[in-house]
Each structure stands twice: as C-alpha cells, then as structure tokens.
C-alpha cells in the first residue's frame, strides 16, 4: 500500500466515528422519575415522533437522544404501568442539547399493577389484555411454605391439581377443565412439557429461584403451539433487576410432618457488570402418614418417601452502552429425585420406585434492534429428562428408563408501530428427542413455527367507553409428526373509567393438542400398540367476562368470566381388535363460571381474597351411550378458594379455605364411585425481624387445619393434619 | 347504582356461590327384588348391573366393586366378586346389596378367578404369585396356599379335585411357557398332577359328559388358540379341538351340549362337546361382536357382554339375538342367580 494512502485511511477511520454521530447535530437529554415516588424510573422508552430516533433510559433515570436534526419535535415517554407523557413542540437546534425532565404517573394508583409476560408475549399490565391472567408473586407470606409448584397453583380459580398424594407422589394440572396434556408448562419461556407424556409432573418443580408464576386461563395455541387448549403456566425465575449489587444470600430450613426436612439457600453477587445468582435445594421426607383404607382400617403410607436436589444457577450481563445494550443472560436448573412409588392403596406397591433427573439450560438475548421501538428476544435452550420407574410387584414386572431431550432456539421481535399499536412477531426451531431404554427404540420429532401478535389500545369514545383493546394473534406449526397448523385467536377488552375501571373482555381462538410420544409409538405388544396415524386434539374456545377495579377497600378489584370450550377428536386409549390403542374418538364440551374478588378492608395489614369456579365438562361422543353427556372424570363442579391474609408490625398471617365438590372416578358417573367433596382449611403465621442488612423470618405453617381426611384420585390417599415450620435468616 | 352499594352486591353474591355445593345422587337407591337375575360385572364402571329376569328389567350400578374386578360368582343367596386389584374376594347379599366385610388374600396375589367347593371353602387362582388358594368362606381367611404354575388363572372344580389352568405368561417380550393344568386334591390341598395343555389356558368350563374343556388363547401368533379337553378320571388330555383366533373364556352348554369360547370384540367360536365338530371358528363367528364375558344360563340360552356398546346380549343357540339390555360401563363376567 503506497505510504500516502495509509495515513488517509487511518484519518479516516479515526474520524468515522465522528463522522457518524453527525457532528452538528443536537441532542435531548434528561432524567425521568415517579412523580408518586420521585423515584428514577429505568427503562423508559423515549422516543422522537414520526423518527426512529429514541433512546430507554437508565436504572439512574438518565437518558439521551443523540443525532437530532435540527428542527421541532414530538417526545413520548413510554412505559408499562404508567400514562404515556407527550411533549410537542420541543426544539432542537444545531449542536444544542435540550434538557427535558420528566415525571411520570402510575396508571392506576389505587391497586396492583400486576405485568403479565406470557399473555402477550411481551410485558402488558394485567388490566390491558383481554386473557384470563393470575400473577402470583412466590415471595407471598401464604406461599412461604409451598414445597413445589402443584401446592402454589392449587387456589387459582379455574385450577385442579390431580394430587395422588404425598410430597413424593405425582400432581398435574387441570386448567377449565382440561387434561394436564392439554396445559403448557414454561420455564422462563421454554416449553418443559414431557413429550413422551405430554405432561409435566409438578411435584418434581421445586420453588428454586422462582420469582413469579403467571397462570393464563384459556386456549393459547396461537401462542404457544400445540397442547395450550386449557392454557399456559409460565414459571418465571428472578431477573437481574431484582438486586441491588453487593453480596447477598439467604438460608432456609425447614422442617414438617411425615419426617420432612428441607435446607435452601440462595447468593447472589454483583461483581462488574455480572450478576451471578445460585440456589440449591435439598428435600427429604419419608411421608409416612396415616389413611383409612377402603374398608375403615387405620394403615401408614408406606414406600412414600422423597428424597430430591435442587440446583439452579444464572449469570447475566450487559454488552454495551447506550440504547443498544444487549443483556446477557445464561440460567442452568438441575433437578434430582428419588422416590418410593406406592401408586394406589388397592394394589399397594411397596418396592416400586421412581428416579428422576432434569437438566435445562437456556440462553436469552434481549437488545433493542434498529432503533429504541424495536426489541429483540433471542432465546436458545436445551432440556433433558431421564426417568426410571421400577416395579417387581406388579403382574408385568417393569424396568422402563426413558431418556427425552428438546433442544430449540426461537427468535422474537416486538415493535411499537404507534402510540397505540405493539406488534411482536417471532420464529422458532425445536427438536424432541426420546429414547426407550428398554426397547433401544428412540423417536426424533421436528417442528417450526411462526407467530405474530398484534396489540392496539384504540381511544373508542361509544357508550361512555375510554379504551378498546384489540388483540389478534396468529401462529403456524409445521411439525414432522403431524399436519401442519394455523392457530388463530383474537381478544376484545372494552375500558370504561379510568380510577373506576370497568372493563368487559372477550376471547375466542382454537387450540389443538399433540400427539405425544407414547399414543404415537407405544412399542406393540400383545395387548398394546401405538397409533402413527393419530391427528392432534381440537379446541375451539370463547371466554366473556368482566373485570373491575374500584378505588375502593384499598383496591377492589373482581373478575367474572364465562367460558366454553369443545373439544374434539381427543385421544381415547381403547380397544380396537384386540388391542389397546389411542384413536381420535372423544369429544366434550367444558363450560363454566370463574369469579374472583380481592380487596382490602385495612391497607397494607389485612387484605381478603376469594374464588369460585363453576365448571360443567361433560363428555358428547354420541357412540358411547353410556358415557354420553356424562361428567368427565375429576372435573368437579365447584371449587372455592378464600384467603385471608393480615400483617401487623412483624406478624403476619394467612388462613385460608378451600371447598372442591364431588368429583367422579368414572366415565358413566357411578355416584357410588365418586370422591366425596372436601374442605380444607390451612394457617400460617410468621414474624419478620431484621438487624442491620439481615433478616430473619421463621414461618409456621399448619395444613389441613382439622385433619380432614378426604382423596382427590381414587384410590390415592392424602396426608391429613400436616405441621411445617421454617426458619429463614437473610442478608440484604 | 351508587359504586359502593354494587360493590357489596357482587360480594354477597359470590359468597352465595360457595353455596352451590351441596349435591345429591341422581340416581336414587333403587335395589331390584327379585329371585331370578343375570348379575353383570362393570369393569370400567367398578360396578355391578342387574338384569332382573322376572320384570324384564335393568339395574345399573346396584353395587360398586373392588380395583380391577374380574369375576363374579353366585353362591347361596350371595354375589362374590374377585376384585384382582384389591387382592380380595367381596360379598354382597343379592337381596339387600350390603356388602360384607371383603375377604383380604394379601398383597401381591392378583386373584383371578374363584369356585366353591362347598358351603364353607372355596378356591381362588392367583396370576402374581402363582398359586391357589384354599379360602374358608366362614371364617373368611386364607386356609391354605398351594402352588399352581405360572400365571395361574382358570379354575373349575370336579368332584374332589380343583383344575387349575396355569397361562405360563412371564412378560410381554417374553414366549409363553408351556401351558399347564394343576390338579389339586380339594381336601389336603396337595397338587396331583400337572397336565400340559395347549398355550396361554385362560379358562376351564365342565361339560356334560364330566370332561373339562380348557380354552387356550394362543400366542397371538405361531400358535393359535386351542380348546384342550381333559378327561377327569385320568386326568389326562383327551382331544385338542384345533379351533384357531384367540379365545379368552369358555363357557358350556349343558342342555344343547356345546361349547361357547369367547374372543374379545368378535364374538364367540362354538363347537359341539360331545363329537367336538367345530360349528363356528374364528373365520366365522357366532354372534360376530362382544365375547369379554360369557355364559350359558340353565335354559341353555348364551349371554355375552359387549365391552365396547356396554352392552349384554341375550341370545339362543341358533344365534339368533332374543334381547339386549344396556348394562354399565364396559361389562365383563356375567353369574346367573338360579331359583
């Protein structure tokens, strides 16, 4: 290179950056704040109108908009959770830099403000989509004490959790109606559905690292792809934003009935700019209370113990500075359990045992793309699941090891089109791999898929309305086992009042659930086989409620919904010419009320929440006389859940109630087969101290206050009275 | 409406919903009084259905059984139920339908099948662990455990001795073993002889003429099912009636002299017991659906249970359909209440 270009060059690469930023341009810096709290507020959007000039402000509450021609602008604040500010007319000359600070008010100042994540797919007050949506905040004093997923979700409205009993045995959830098959279960936004089962035992997901949990009622295929007939349970772990830098941790043991002992602990560090947060668990219980069997006589759950480890870990980052911050984040879980597997009390198995173990790591991306109104979400994840189930009592001796694993990587990018309109889009690639120790068979299953929501809060002025929200969304499957799926559905939520919120929302989409592993390519015996030809499950569902939020009692806030859904071509195991196979015979149809009503008669000390559920999910396959138009199994038609909670200095306290009416083990509704309904009653007390940067919490916990003795599965018995007690000591 | 008083409203009506909970059977307490019945097994429906025979009637569901019920037995005014699951034997009066204390086997046994022997022991196959028991009917308690073979299954009593048929099945990816009867002296307990039958004996029915006619289901492949006929009085296989498909349960005609071999969801092969001509083979089925439960009542009419319609037929020897009542869910063994 002659010598005389080299230094030309080398200016020029020197002066680029200069060059770029626009030299002569102005800027728009500032800072935002609460204007209830004067708090700073971080990750404001801001934003130039009709430009895609913008910047999100920082945890401090700075922000600035660099490279502004000069001119007369338009800024817009935006964020979730408070009104949006507009400042027309803001000029900008050469080279100047515009101050604007700004406050911003809460949208709603009188109740929670719960965010949903999963009914979007993108952060949106709970009060702007049109779904069915519960947040639950596992930090809680009345989940304190919850060993596992199926004892948090169990006081939902719409939710039944099919407990078969005991820490150790199997619970799966029912959501308006649905088989646990027909419910996704998400871990941060990864599916960890089995797909050998279809199903996800939730008594092997322990609290570790959780930090909330988002329950959306209602199909969601359009979404989430296959099997979100009932709907999503999403189990979001905590993000970086919840520390504070420094050194933190905290220790828990507890200790409970039926020889249970459990040690938790948790650190988080801020070194630099890396949050790395670790948690662990371990659980033993030998779970050996006492039941009536069958016929009055007092026996021990024996081969019921559990014995299970926890491990989960999370390293995250930001690259960059400025708008175009990329966040880092890599999460590792670890799950490990061992148990006694007594099944039913009628046969008893006392040398069954079941093992399992779960890994999963995920790799998230979040950074804006292009300009502030673009956010990009990439996520890559793996999960594997071994399992093995051992029996020498029963008639077929078993020795099944499975081994599945799912591996994907999904890309999603939501966009502000305008003040009032949100579009998040997004493509994903996943692999399902299952592997049959025993048989050597092993299956691969192949899906893609497309998606797109649209978000539009239209200022509609008819009948006194303010709001209406509208939200399509649509999703294509492509999948190597099955034909391909469009999953459409669209939501409705008409806003009166402001302070006084009442709001009217509908939903109606279809859904479908896949075929799982098993009904496919159950290995063909003698009695048995798998069907490759089976086509997925349908759902077609609508919803209509109303929701209000009155400043009244501190936050009234009650919610009323109706809703429907009919099913068909479900898979049905049953014999057909000598052997059992799936086939796409069932059909159903599942309607019901859920109601919940929350508020609080002292503002912070006492707050009242109650549910009720009526549900009617009967069966209408017409070729089966005898189980037409019949109650499905374990669909009871009344549930009712009321807590109570009350805080006063350093004592807090939660009782709470639960009624679930009488459910049938039968397809023909033999009333002489049927469970007998139940009520439950449950008490927590707990005193918080704290000294200097720790804090110590010991938490009583007694369950099934009366010993109640009652099934919620034929044939598998429930622990009675039940004490825990445990002691935290925190450093903050 | 003032915002306050609408507030308390929609509180008091959602706590009048926690009210909605109380529900009563819809299906009432009706109990069928009558001395002549065909007793129905549900599996599915872990219940029992009458078919009253004197008012032409149906009772569905009179009485709830055991965890995998798989046979029921009528003895001396009373229904007993092999509830395989439960590893126990229920007891019902047919005339009230209180149940008795059940009969506890213990764990591990999955009892299959049962028979009197007389008023005070009976004789129950256990499939798990391979034996039969002698059982005191009174004192309700296993008197005795004997072992059969693999599998045992079948069980029919003639005279002093109890013929057990032992399927030889040691796991789905496993062949059969060689198929085997166990005679067993009824009075000390102690096995006779073991006879080697065809493969998989399922069921043991007594014709006419004294012989025992063992219903052999094959192996699903190789070797298909065979009816293996057992001379009592030398205790030795008399003929193997090459019969063909999969027969589970054998059922025979004492009036007409034929035999009924069951195969679940086709119907039922037939063959004479006295000349042993086979009147309908797999190729051609008698009735052509049903066949999860069969039997022969005193008139010689056959009644079979159709799993899948929920469904029991009455039909006569011809096969000529005479009634079909609605039973519960997925029926199986049938007993007959004779007057």
């Known amino acids: 290179m002659p010598h005389k270009i080299r230094p030309l060059l080398l200016s020029i690469l020197l002066l680029l950056p200069v060059l770029l930023s626009g030299n002569g341009q102005g800027r728009i810096c500032g800072t935002i704040r609460c204007h209830e709290s004067g708090a700073p507020l971080g990750a404001v959007n801001v934003y130039l109108k009709g430009t895609s000039l913008g910047a999100a402000s920082e945890s401090n509450g700075n922000y600035c908009i660099y490279d502004i021609s000069p001119g007369d602008y338009t800024v817009i604040f935006r964020m979730i959770g408070y009104k949006t500010r507009e400042f027309p007319g803001i000029s900008v000359s050469e080279g100047e830099t515009v101050t604007l600070d700004v406050y911003m008010n809460p949208t709603v100042l009188e109740y929670d403000q719960d965010i949903t994540v999963t009914s979007t797919r993108g952060p949106t007050l709970v009060t702007d989509v049109p779904a069915s949506v519960n947040v639950l905040d596992t930090d809680a004093p009345e989940y304190q004490n919850a060993q596992n997923l199926g004892e948090i979700l169990q006081n939902i409205q719409g939710v039944f959790i099919k407990d078969q009993g005991g820490l150790g045995n199997t619970k799966t959830i029912s959501l308006r109606g649905s088989t646990a098959g027909q419910v996704v279960v998400l871990l941060d936004g990864q599916r960890i559905n089995n797909p050998q089962t279809g199903e996800v035992d939730l008594s092997t997901l322990s609290l570790e690292g959780v930090e909330k949990i988002e329950v959306v009622r209602g199909s969601n295929s359009a979404l989430y792809g296959a099997d979100a007939i009932g709907g999503v349970v999403n189990i979001i772990t905590r993000s970086d934003e919840q520390k504070k830098g420094g050194l933190q941790g905290s220790v828990k043991t507890t200790g409970a009935s039926f020889g249970t002992f459990s040690l938790e602990s948790t650190v988080d560090a801020k070194i630099k700019r890396w949050d790395l947060s670790g948690s662990g668990k371990y659980l033993h219980s030998r779970g050996d209370f006492t039941f009536t069997d069958n016929y009055g006589q007092k026996k021990t759950r024996k081969n019921a113990d559990i014995e299970s480890t926890d491990l989960h870990g999370r390293l995250a980052t930001s690259l960059g500075e400025g708008l175009f911050t990329r966040h880092l984040e890599f999460t590792l879980r670890h799950h490990e359990s061992e148990r006694g597997a007594p099944g039913t009390i009628e046969p008893y198995y006392y040398r069954a045992r079941m093992w399992d173990k779960q890994n999963q790591a995920n790799m998230l991306l979040n950074s804006k793309i292009f300009s502030c109104l673009h956010e990009l979400r990439w996520q890559n994840y793996y999960y594997d699941s071994w399992s093995r189930y051992f029996n020498d009592e029963s008639l077929q001796k078993v020795d099944s090891r499975f081994t599945t694993r799912t591996g994907g990587s999904e890309i999603q990018v939501r966009s502000i089109l305008e003040d009032w309109s949100t579009l998040t889009y997004g493509s994903g690639i996943r692999l399902d791999y299952m592997q049959d120790h025993q048989t050597s068979d092993e299956r691969l299953r192949t899906s893609a898929y497309f998606f797109t929501v649209s978000e539009n809060q239209l200022p509609v002025q008819i009948l006194g309305m303010k709001k209406l929200s509208l939200v399509p969304s649509l999703r294509y499957d492509w999948n190597s086992d099955y034909p391909n799926r469009f999953s459409p559905k669209i939501g409705l939520v008409f806003n009166w009042g402001e302070r006084w919120l009442t709001s009217l929302k509908m939903n109606a989409g279809l859904s479908y659930r896949a075929p799982t592993f098993n009904d496919l390519y159950w290995p063909e015996d003698v009695w048995t086989k798998g069907n490759p030809n089976l086509s997925p499950e349908n759902g077609m569902d609508w919803d209509m409620g109303i929701r209000l939020q009155y400043p009244v009692l501190n936050g009234f806030y009650l919610e009323s919904t109706y809703f429907e859904n009919y099913l068909s071509d479900m898979i049905i195991w049953q014999e057909t010419d000598g052997l059992w196979m799936p086939e796409n015979v069932q059909s159903a149809r599942i309607r019901g009320i859920e109601n919940s009503l929350k508020f609080s008669p002292l503002k912070n000390n006492l707050t009242f929440q109650a549910n009720y559920t009526f549900m009617d999910a009967r069966n209408t396959n017409p070729e089966s006389p005898a189980e037409y138009e019949k109650i499905l199994v374990y669909r009871p038609k009344h549930t009712v859940n009321v807590s109570l909670t009350a805080r006063i200095l350093h004592i807090y306290g939660t009782y709470s109630y639960q009624y679930v009416s009488r459910r049938y083990t039968d397809a023909t509704n033999v009333w002489k087969n049927s469970l007998d309904p139940y009520s439950l009653s449950h008490i927590s007390l707990g005193y918080e101290m704290a000294y200097k940067t720790f804090r110590l919490t010991v938490n009583t916990h007694l369950k099934n206050l009366f010993d109640t003795e009652y099934r919620v599965i034929k044939n598998m018995p429930v622990p009675g009275r039940e004490w825990r007690v445990s002691l935290t000591v925190e450093k903050k | 409406m003032n915002q306050k008083v609408w507030v308390l409203c929609v509180a008091v009506l959602f706590t009048a919903f926690g009210f909605w909970g109380c529900e009563d059977d819809p ?313």
């Open chain 2, 27 to 339: 299906t009432g307490s009706d109990t069928p009084e009558t001395s002549s019945a065909i007793y129905v097994l549900n599996s599915a429906a872990t219940s029992i259905s009458v078919i009253d025979l004197e008012a032409d009637t149906v009772y569905n569901n009179v009485a709830t059984v055991g965890t995998w019920p798989n046979q029921l037995v009528y003895h001396d005014e009373k229904l007993y139920c092999v509830n395989s699951g439960s590893n126990n034997i229920m007891i019902f009066d047919v005339d009230t339908w209180e149940a008795e204390t059940p009969i506890a086997l213990g764990d591990g046994k999955n009892p299959m099948n049962m028979a009197f022997y007389n008023d005070r022991y009976a004789f129950v196959t256990c499939s798990m662990s391979n034996q039969v028991l002698k059982v005191d009917m009174q004192e309700k308690t296993v008197a005795t455990e004997i072992t059969a073979g693999t599998g045992a299954t079948g069980i029919a009593i003639s005279g002093d001795k109890v013929y057990v048929s032992n399927t030889g099945y040691v796991g789905w990816d496993q062949p059969y073993e060689q198929g085997t009867v166990t005679v067993v002296n009824a009075t000390n307990g102690e096995v006779i002889k073991t006879i080697d039958v065809g493969t998989n004996p399922q069921s043991i029915a007594i014709a006419s003429d004294g012989k025992l006619h063992v219903s052999c289901t094959g192996d699903y492949g190789a070797n298909p099912g065979v009816a293996s006929v057992i001379d009592p009085a030398t205790d030795t296989v008399v003929e193997t009636v090459e019969i063909g498909g999969a027969p589970g349960m054998i059922a025979t005609d004492l009036v007409n002299e034929l035999a009924y071999l069951s195969v679940w969801g086709m119907g039922c092969m037939v063959y004479s017991t006295t000349d042993y001509t086979i009147l309908n083979d797999s190729e051609n089925m008698f009735l052509g659906k049903g066949g999860s439960g069969i039997l022969v009542d005193t008139e010689g009419y056959v009644w079979v249970s159709v799993w899948d319609d929920d469904q029991v037929v009455k039909v006569n020897s011809t096969g000529t359909v005479l009634k079909t009542y609605n039973v519960g869910d997925s029926p199986m063994s049938l007993a007959q209440r004779i007057y």
